[in-house]
């Protein structure tokens, strides 16, 4: 039950983390397609590529534009929510989130604007460079927010003074622990998601015999991205798992079920499906494969694994079936992917590039359509799995969460929750009438390339 202040805004930054995180991520990726769909364009001059560029663009402005308004919310509430949380950390976190909004925000919107009605008014290669500017600034954006996420999981370059972080070397807090893994690993799967949106809306064109030589092209790009991709999110994501297994043992356990820490010489047995109960300290059933934990963990047959009982119940993952069951609906989804990918390119090779004869993979056309959800699922169990995981902590052995809430009525949180969600609701409803209207409405295959633009150097007897 959602009785306290604590609970309620724990939840009401989930709705809201939840809601804004399908935004940024298709940015990312739309906008570092249509870089690669400009250049195509630039280089080839084949009319298709200038197509394409202004058709997924006016889904990239609705995205953006949602995105946008939906994070709002989202950092008001470490003043209205979390003052002690801001207290505490905000000499870095507020730093890095200032970073975010004047590195990254601020280049997206200075330049989407000419990347959407530049088209006419601007020489070719300054739009490229705006295209170009909005896919590095939603990079940068997600670079920084990554980083300060990252520096909670993984706390470094800091000390505690008189109740509150000192930043003691920038560098080791920027490039904490978790870094890496944690920025590519997320960037990563912005990119696979954006590809699969992509992919799954030219094969439901394709499906219905809209434009087939025009999805074509689309979804053959898309799935090029991703025959390179999904392996690699793979691989990132096991070696993000072995960092997890190191600097979080109590997350790295919670997720795999884990209880009693395995004896010397023996391998640790993986679950491959459980209930964990953190009553009782234990999984009221399981199905295991002796070994596999150690494997997974520490890339080694007898690598030791810390269980769960080896830490207080204080400072254990609540949720842990959440957990559980997040973290293989994640990684079930990322194997599925590669094999769809996979497939479908064995498919199209032997389909020899011709259109007719993909039309008729209606099957594999249709599996494409209904995966379009998936990686947003992917994406927000992994974001549960990373934050409910780092639970009881707000910022890891660093700060409890239940000392970072603000003393605010439970009434007001309630409130504001409510007015969110009504909030999103709206935003929601008026995204999908909107895409609603774009895929009707289809690409405009009339369309051709504005005259070239000349740069012109103002004169002094023009200022």
């Given at each position: 039950?959602?009785?306290?202040?604590?609970?309620?805004?724990?939840?009401?930054?989930?709705?809201?983390?939840?809601?804004?995180?399908?935004?940024?991520?298709?940015?990312?990726?739309?906008?570092?397609?249509?870089?690669?769909?400009?250049?195509?364009?630039?280089?080839?001059?084949?009319?298709?590529?200038?197509?394409?560029?202004?058709?997924?663009?006016?889904?990239?402005?609705?995205?953006?534009?949602?995105?946008?308004?939906?994070?709002?919310?989202?950092?008001?509430?470490?003043?209205?929510?979390?003052?002690?949380?801001?207290?505490?950390?905000?000499?870095?976190?507020?730093?890095?989130?200032?970073?975010?909004?004047?590195?990254?925000?601020?280049?997206?919107?200075?330049?989407?604007?000419?990347?959407?009605?530049?088209?006419?008014?601007?020489?070719?290669?300054?739009?490229?460079?705006?295209?170009?500017?909005?896919?590095?600034?939603?990079?940068?954006?997600?670079?920084?927010?990554?980083?300060?996420?990252?520096?909670?999981?993984?706390?470094?370059?800091?000390?505690?003074?008189?109740?509150?972080?000192?930043?003691?070397?920038?560098?080791?807090?920027?490039?904490?622990?978790?870094?890496?893994?944690?920025?590519?690993?997320?960037?990563?799967?912005?990119?696979?998601?954006?590809?699969?949106?992509?992919?799954?809306?030219?094969?439901?064109?394709?499906y219905k015999r809209r434009h087939p030589e025009f999805f074509a092209r689309s979804f053959k790009i898309a799935l090029m991205v991703l025959v390179f991709v999904a392996p690699v999110q793979i691989w990132l994501g096991d070696s993000s798992g072995g960092s997890v297994f190191k600097m979080q043992p109590a997350k790295g356990a919670a997720i795999e079920g884990h209880w009693v820490t395995n004896a010397p010489g023996t391998g640790a047995s993986w679950s491959l499906l459980a209930w964990p109960n953190k009553e009782t300290q234990r999984n009221d059933w399981s199905i295991e494969v002796p070994g596999m934990l150690s494997v997974l963990a520490t890339h080694t047959t007898h690598g030791q694994v810390k269980g769960?009982?080896?830490?207080?119940?204080?400072?254990?993952?609540?949720?842990?079936?959440?957990?559980?069951?997040?973290?293989?609906?994640?990684?079930?989804?990322?194997?599925?992917?590669?094999?769809?990918?996979?497939?479908?390119?064995?498919?199209?090779?032997?389909?020899?590039?011709?259109?007719?004869?993909?039309?008729?993979?209606?099957?594999?056309?249709?599996?494409?359509?209904?995966?379009?959800?998936?990686?947003?699922?992917?994406?927000?169990?992994?974001?549960?799995?990373?934050?409910?995981?780092?639970?009881?902590?707000?910022?890891?052995?660093?700060?409890?969460?239940?000392?970072?809430?603000?003393?605010?009525?439970?009434?007001?949180?309630?409130?504001?929750?409510?007015?969110?969600?009504?909030?999103?609701?709206?935003?929601?409803?008026?995204?999908?009438?909107?895409?609603?209207?774009?895929?009707?409405?289809?690409?405009?295959?009339?369309?051709?390339?504005?005259?070239?633009?000349?740069?012109?150097?103002?004169?002094?007897?023009?200022?």
């Amino acid at each position: 039950m959602l009785n306290n202040v604590l609970d309620l805004s724990r939840a009401q930054f989930a709705m809201t983390a939840i809601f804004h995180i399908m935004w940024p991520i298709l940015t990312i990726s739309l906008s570092a397609f249509l870089v690669l769909i400009e250049v195509l364009w630039l280089r080839t001059a084949n009319v298709s590529y200038y197509r394409h560029a202004r058709f997924w663009s006016k889904l990239l402005a609705l995205n953006f534009a949602v995105g946008v308004v939906s994070g709002i919310p989202m950092e008001f509430q470490f003043g209205t929510n979390w003052a002690g949380f801001s207290r505490y950390s905000g000499q870095f976190f507020g730093n890095i989130l200032g970073f975010e909004g004047a590195m990254a925000f601020m280049l997206e919107a200075g330049f989407i604007g000419v990347m959407l009605l530049g088209w006419s008014r601007v020489p070719r290669g300054v739009h490229l460079f705006a295209t170009s500017m909005v896919a590095l600034g939603s990079s940068i954006s997600a670079f920084w927010i990554m980083v300060a996420n990252s520096w909670m999981q993984t706390p470094a370059g800091v000390t505690v003074t008189d109740g509150k972080i000192i930043v003691t070397d920038y560098v080791a807090a920027i490039f904490n622990p978790d870094m890496v893994w944690g920025v590519t690993h997320m960037w990563v799967a912005a990119i696979e998601t954006g590809m699969f949106v992509i992919a799954g809306i030219s094969a439901w064109n394709l499906y219905k015999r809209r434009h087939p030589e025009f999805f074509a092209r689309s979804f053959k790009i898309a799935l090029m991205v991703l025959v390179f991709v999904a392996p690699v999110q793979i691989w990132l994501g096991d070696s993000s798992g072995g960092s997890v297994f190191k600097m979080q043992p109590a997350k790295g356990a919670a997720i795999e079920g884990h209880w009693v820490t395995n004896a010397p010489g023996t391998g640790a047995s993986w679950s491959l499906l459980a209930w964990p109960n953190k009553e009782t300290q234990r999984n009221d059933w399981s199905i295991e494969v002796p070994g596999m934990l150690s494997v997974l963990a520490t890339h080694t047959t007898h690598g030791q694994v810390k269980g769960l009982t080896d830490f207080p119940p204080a400072d254990q993952p609540p949720m842990i079936p959440l957990l559980y069951y997040a973290f293989r609906v994640m990684a079930g989804i990322g194997v599925a992917f590669m094999a769809l990918a996979f497939w479908t390119a064995y498919v199209l090779r032997k389909t020899r590039g011709n259109v007719e004869r993909l039309l008729e993979q209606r099957k594999l056309l249709l599996a494409w359509v209904l995966c379009i959800p998936l990686p947003y699922v992917a994406v927000e169990a992994g974001w549960i799995v990373r934050e409910v995981g780092r639970q009881p902590w707000v910022v890891y052995g660093l700060l409890r969460t239940k000392d970072a809430v603000s003393a605010v009525p439970a009434s007001s949180v309630t409130m504001s929750m409510v007015m969110f969600l009504i909030f999103y609701v709206v935003l929601l409803v008026t995204f999908a009438v909107l895409a609603r209207i774009w895929l009707r409405a289809g690409p405009d295959l009339t369309l051709n390339p504005p005259p070239l633009v000349k740069a012109q150097t103002a004169s002094a007897s023009e200022y």
